[in-house]
């Protein structure tokens, strides 16, 4: 199995900054794409950001320029600094990992994501 913590996140001010950070564990083999969701309360969750192992980068619109992913392959980590924040940004956010495991005797090709944790803008 392959487990999702994210840290980070808490109350911020437009205009602030905030950092979130998450680690995979467990017998990973590789990781493809990670990155970054959000959901707000009673939207869909929607993606904010994501990373590929060589290092390439999607952004939802309404995060760019303001938003960075970063990436660490041999770590298994994946940040997100997120400036000039808005009280739109308001939302649970959630790590997201295609990830290939050994399972004993076989490989197994996964998704999976993190418990979420809040991100909460005032203006």
């Known amino acids: 199995q392959v487990q999702l913590v994210e840290s980070g996140g808490g109350l911020g001010q437009a205009g602030g900054s905030l950092r979130l950070s998450c680690a995979a564990s467990?017998?990973?083999?590789?990781?493809?794409?990670m990155g970054w969701y959000r959901q707000a309360p009673g939207q869909q969750r929607e993606l904010v950001a994501t990373?590929?192992?060589?290092?390439?980068?999607n952004y939802a619109d309404s995060v760019k320029g303001r938003f960075t992913i970063s990436r660490d392959n041999a770590k298994n980590t994946v940040s997100l600094q997120m400036n000039s924040l808005k009280p739109e940004d308001t939302a649970v956010y959630y790590c997201n990992a295609d990830a290939r495991s050994w399972r004993g005797t076989y490989y197994w090709n996964g998704n999976y994501w993190g418990q979420g944790t809040q991100v909460t803008v005032s203006s």
């Open positions: 990373s590929t192992t060589r290092g390439g980068a």
């Open positions: 467990g017998n990973i083999v590789s990781i493809n794409t």
